[in-house]
Each structure stands twice: as C-alpha cells, then as structure tokens.
C-alpha cells in the first residue's frame, strides 16, 4: 500500500481523460471525502472551463484509503463528462462506493 498524499486545491489531481475536449481556459480542481464502510472514499473531480462556449465539463476520478493508506488508487472515469458539478459528484460518489464494495 501506498501512502495517502493530501490533494493540492489549486491542481488537478488527474489529466484531462480523452473526452475532455481540448481547449478549456480554465480547470477547476476538487476533492470531495465521504466514510463508507469504514473505508475513506476521495472523490476527485476536474471542471474544464470553455469561456467560448459559456460551460464547463467535469471529469471524476475515485480512490480509497484507509488510516492514511492508498487501497485502491484513483481510478478515472474514461468514459464521460458531467454538465454539472452536482452529478460529477453524485457519479463519483458511486464509483467510490462500488469500488468500496469491490475490495
């Protein structure tokens, strides 16, 4: 097991997956930690911004940890973006907990 690292706020804690399109003027970082079964769950999510077009995608990422231990390291979702932060985070939330369910 790898140590848990805390996330930086102003980085990304992932690259751009492949249907992120090119082009963002900005990227919004954020971390989001829930317990599920006795298990830290780290959400990740990355907002690309696009000025030109007035939106904002979001890719989610997912990762465990218990006492300070990486279990399951952050596993990106390389299928799909998310138009809202809110169901980013509700997706993310239940990659977490599936790969909770998973160990």
């Known amino acids: 097991m790898t140590k848990a690292v805390k996330p930086d706020a102003e980085q990304p804690y992932f690259d751009a997956p492949a249907h992120i399109p090119g082009g963002s003027d900005h990227q919004i970082p954020h971390s989001h930690r829930l317990v599920y079964r006795d298990y830290d769950v780290i959400v990740h999510l990355t907002g690309y911004e696009y000025e030109t077009f007035g939106e904002t995608l979001w890719a989610v990422g997912a990762e465990v940890v218990k ?5 399951v390291p952050v596993s990106l979702d390389q299928t799909q973006h998310y138009r ?18 998973g160990l």
């Open 84 to 101: 809202s932060y809110d169901e980013a985070l509700a997706h993310g939330t239940a990659l977490g907990k599936r790969l909770v369910d």
């Open 67 to 71: 006492e300070l231990e990486i279990v």
